[in-house]
């Protein structure tokens, strides 16, 4: 039992198959996961809070992390922050050049549709603030900003900075709904409203975690509506998995609503900013799935936009900086692989569903007829693409 400044805190360790601290047992709401075969748990109690943590990450250290581009006076922006046009794609590999650079400017988004795509990874205030300024720069003051929350594991903002729950798989409340997600996370928010005491362990270091006391925290919800013409939508996705219909759907309707919206008459420019914990895996996804069905709904007869390739989407999405979603998933990686098999087989069906001309169904009826197909042709590699009992051995 160490102390610090009046705080106690137990440091509890929990070897391969060891059972969750009954404590711990009974609070899984709070702090689920698959079942702990390594590493540490830690109980933290304070004057007003108390909370068990393992295997999580103190993300202010992004502030010092690689990729994180800067705006036109040299400020950080979030790590990995991309700003892409839907209509246009990256012509060359001269684009490599201007890696995590604009390919929108308020120039072009008059031609894309009023409408520009952001990705990024976590964002603390600063950055969040630093990007609005820079869509306003851009596309004027009254522009909208859609931010989509694309993470299911356990976060908040703390003093400012991105705090993330992160398991070695990050496959933690998976099983959640996102009612029950949400509404955990506003209780604990709730209850540590006073601040909250826990032990952080570096992303970029290896080494013995260190207390770190948060005398404010918020959701991230509550720091995007602070800001004016900003909308927030949580579209949790479980890390190292595919898309699923119901988020397809969702977003779908989103990305639908958003065109329509842009197009009318003196609408003001509008970005659809996606978002998860690094920026590359369910960030890239997503924002390649919103451009297949952004392209389509702003094709007209009038003023057609030629139908991309899955590899020329890939690439546009990598050359923004992104992920290369075209790049075959490492199989030393099990906890990952069958996901991004899976992740990309379904982005390979939207982009059929979108070709596919003769269906006189509407789009996201046909990629939900594409993506079940895919689903059915590889059951086996679907149905395990998260599988816990495994974990472990890639610890040994």
Same mark, same amino acid.
């Given at each position: 039992?160490?102390?610090?400044?009046?705080?106690?805190?137990?440091?509890?360790?929990?070897g391969?198959?060891?059972?969750?601290?009954?404590? &711990?047992? %009974?609070?899984?709401?709070?702090? !689920?996961?698959? +079942? =702990?075969?390594?590493?540490?748990?830690?109980?933290? /109690?304070?004057?007003?809070?108390?909370?068990?943590?393992r295997?999580?990450?103190?993300?202010?250290?992004?502030?010092?992390?690689?990729?994180?581009?800067?705006?036109?006076?040299?400020?950080?922006?979030?790590?990995?922050?991309?700003?892409?046009?839907?209509?246009?794609?990256?012509?060359d590999?001269?684009?490599?050049?201007?890696?995590?650079?604009?390919?929108?400017?308020?120039?072009?988004?008059?031609?894309?549709?009023?409408?520009?795509?952001?990705?990024?990874?976590?964002?603390?205030?600063?950055?969040?603030q630093?990007?609005?300024?820079?869509?306003?720069?851009?596309?004027?003051?009254?522009?909208?900003?859609?931010?989509i929350? &694309?993470? %299911?594991e356990?976060?908040?903002? !703390?003093?400012? +900075? =991105?705090?993330?729950?992160?398991?070695?798989?990050? /496959?933690?409340?998976?099983?959640?709904?996102?009612?029950?997600?949400?509404?955990?996370?506003?209780?604990?928010?709730?209850?540590?409203?006073?601040?909250?005491?826990?032990w952080?362990?570096?992303?970029?270091?290896?080494?013995?975690?260190?207390?770190?006391?948060?005398?404010?925290?918020?959701?991230?919800?509550?720091?995007?509506?602070s800001e004016?013409?900003?909308?927030?939508?949580?579209?949790?996705?479980?890390d190292?998995?595919?898309?699923?219909?119901?988020?397809t759907?969702?977003?779908?309707?989103?990305?639908?609503?958003?065109?329509?919206?842009?197009?009318?008459?003196?609408?003001?420019?509008?970005?659809?900013?996606?978002?998860?914990?690094?920026?590359q895996?369910?960030?890239?996804?997503?924002?390649?799935a919103?451009?297949?069905?952004?392209?389509?709904?702003?094709?007209?007869?009038?003023?057609?936009?030629?139908l991309?390739?899955?590899?020329?989407?890939?690439?546009?999405?990598?050359?923004?900086?992104?992920?290369?979603?075209?790049?075959?998933?490492?199989?030393?990686?099990?906890?990952?692989?069958?996901?991004?098999?899976?992740?990309?087989?379904?982005l390979?069906?939207?982009?059929?569903?979108?070709?596919?001309?003769?269906?006189?169904?509407?789009?996201?009826?046909?990629?939900?007829?594409?993506?079940?197909e895919?689903?059915?042709?590889?059951?086996?590699?679907?149905?395990?693409?998260?599988?816990?009992?495994?974990?472990?051995?890639a610890?040994?």
């Amino acid at each position: 039992m160490a102390s610090h400044s009046g705080i106690q805190s137990s440091l509890v360790s929990l070897g391969r198959g060891c059972p969750l601290p009954q404590e &711990l047992a %009974k609070d899984q709401k709070h702090y !689920g996961a698959v +079942e =702990p075969k390594y590493g540490l748990v830690i109980k933290v /109690h304070g004057a007003s809070s108390e909370v068990w943590m393992r295997r999580f990450f103190l993300l202010d250290v992004f502030a010092s992390a690689p990729f994180h581009p800067r705006d036109g006076e040299g400020k950080k922006l979030p790590k990995r922050f991309r700003l892409m046009n839907p209509r246009l794609l990256c012509k060359d590999l001269e684009a490599r050049n201007g890696h995590f650079s604009s390919t929108t400017t308020g120039e072009t988004i008059r031609d894309s549709g009023n409408i520009a795509f952001a990705s990024s990874g976590a964002f603390s205030r600063k950055q969040f603030q630093r990007a609005m300024q820079h869509f306003k720069h851009l596309y004027g003051p009254d522009v909208n900003v859609t931010v989509i929350d &694309l993470r %299911k594991e356990f976060h908040w903002i !703390g003093d400012g +900075e =991105p705090f993330s729950q992160h398991t070695f798989t990050n /496959h933690q409340n998976m099983h959640l709904s996102l009612d029950e997600l949400i509404a955990q996370e506003k209780e604990f928010i709730k209850t540590h409203s006073e601040g909250v005491t826990v032990w952080a362990r570096r992303i970029d270091e290896d080494i013995t975690p260190v207390l770190r006391r948060y005398s404010t925290i918020q959701t991230e919800e509550d720091l995007v509506l602070s800001e004016k013409h900003t909308s927030y939508v949580r579209m949790p996705l479980t890390d190292h998995t595919a898309l699923d219909l119901k988020t397809t759907k969702r977003l779908y309707r989103i990305i639908k609503e958003t065109v329509v919206a842009a197009q009318r008459k003196d609408a003001a420019p509008h970005v659809v900013w996606f978002h998860c914990l690094g920026g590359q895996g369910r960030a890239s996804g997503l924002t390649f799935a919103a451009h297949v069905i952004a392209r389509r709904e702003l094709s007209r007869p009038e003023n057609p936009i030629p139908l991309a390739t899955f590899e020329a989407l890939a690439k546009h999405i990598w050359y923004g900086g992104g992920k290369d979603l075209s790049a075959d998933p490492n199989p030393d990686k099990r906890y990952k692989y069958n996901g991004a098999i899976c992740r990309r087989g379904c982005l390979q069906a939207l982009v059929e569903a979108a070709h596919d001309s003769k269906s006189p169904s509407p789009l996201i009826d046909r990629m939900c007829v594409k993506i079940q197909e895919y689903c059915e042709r590889h059951r086996e590699l679907w149905e395990h693409q998260v599988d816990p009992s495994d974990f472990a051995e890639a610890l040994e």
